[in-house]
């Protein structure tokens, strides 16, 4: 047994572009999002009347962190700037020339970040890795303009496969931000005791007040303190297996939703929740776009549309004779009249 087929497999055997097109819309828009919350101060946190002026930006940010608004920082540039950045955002999110937008992107995001490192926090690095990591992959390969233009050129409906290195990345990524997290709060006392999460309900600083009267019920605080950790733990290795990726996807997203009631991190949770997708096979991306489908919650369950796996032209499929079959309504139909005929015959 090759030692290295395991190894090469993981990396590098074609799977289908499908779950990765589904993640770049959603974290497409994401960057949308945190470019339109910090627009709001943009004077304030980027340009040279706001928070750092004349040269503070770069002696602050050194030699090795460079960006163009450093060096031109009037309100007027940057404002051109950050237009132009969305415009290449929105480019990226419907898959226009996708290699190069996200290139583009991931310079601008990175300009963005080097312009005001004082301020930034764990949204914006989480948000600058993951681009990262989308400017590598074949993301634009499926659910954009690029793969419909190559569709069109093929003459086929299917989406290709493609190689999954940078994807694994992504899946590693935040395998490791969940586990190293956990680890991380194991280290002090407050989350083994199970009173962290008192202390973050009494931050006035990046706390929100929903929750305050949780502080009064000590075994609660207790109780969600460990189901948090125990939480980070979970989803560092769960959402790999198909058995209990839909239970650790739902535990994510309860996590998350805590997370944004308790603590003032826009745009975190989201993103950290938008690379769930990365992990999901095609047919558990079908069923989950159908679930987000309203039209679906109404449909009789009686009509309900052929499985996608029977659409012809589709790549995705498992592999094997069965997939052919499935690939092939004619040849259905020959085999169908092959053994009528046989029956027949020996009736």
Not at 87 to 93: G, I, P
Not at 176 to 195: P, Q, S
Not at 242 to 266: E, K, M, Q, S
Request: aromatic share 12%; hydrophobic share 50%.
């Amino acid at each position: 047994m090759n030692p290295f087929r395991p190894w090469n497999r993981f990396w590098f055997a074609p799977i289908s572009a499908r779950p990765l097109g589904a993640f770049r819309i959603l974290f497409g828009l994401l960057v949308l999002a945190n470019l339109a919350i910090v627009s709001f101060d943009l004077d304030y946190w980027l340009t040279d009347t706001g928070l750092l002026q004349g040269t503070e930006a770069r002696e602050i940010a050194g030699p090795l962190r460079y960006s163009p608004l450093q060096w031109v920082d009037d309100p007027v540039s940057i404002r051109l700037f950050f237009g132009a950045s969305a415009v290449v955002a929105v480019l990226f999110t419907v898959g226009w020339h996708t290699r190069i937008m996200g290139v583009v992107l991931y310079l601008a995001m990175l300009s963005i970040h080097h312009r005001n490192i004082v301020t930034n926090c764990g949204p914006d690095t989480l948000i600058l890795i993951m681009m990262f990591y989308a400017m590598l992959s074949p993301c634009g390969a499926a659910f954009s303009l690029d793969a419909r233009r190559t569709a069109r050129k093929r003459g086929t409906l299917a989406d290709p496969l493609i190689v999954p290195w940078a994807q694994r990345l992504i899946q590693l990524q935040l395998s490791l931000i969940y586990f190293n997290t956990a680890v991380l709060k194991c280290n002090g006392g407050t989350w083994l005791g199970g009173t962290a999460l008192h202390f973050v309900l009494n931050n006035t600083e990046v706390g929100r007040s929903q929750l305050m009267w949780l502080v009064e019920y000590p075994i609660v605080i207790n109780l969600l303190t460990y189901v948090a950790l125990a939480s980070e733990f979970a989803l560092a290795a769960l959402l790999w297996f198909r058995p209990t990726r839909a239970w650790a996807a739902i535990v994510g997203l309860g996590l998350h939703a805590g997370v944004l009631f308790t603590v003032n991190v826009p745009i975190f949770g989201e993103v950290m929740t938008a690379c769930y997708l990365v992990f999901l096979a095609p047919d558990e991306l079908d069923s989950f776009l159908r679930f987000m489908n309203p039209r679906s919650w109404l449909r009789h369950k009686g009509h309900s549309p052929l499985p996608l796996a029977t659409v012809p032209g589709r790549v995705d499929l498992a592999s094997g004779l069965a997939g052919r079959h499935q690939l092939d309504p004619t040849l259905n139909r020959t085999r169908a009249t092959i053994e009528s005929s046989d029956h027949d015959r020996d009736g």
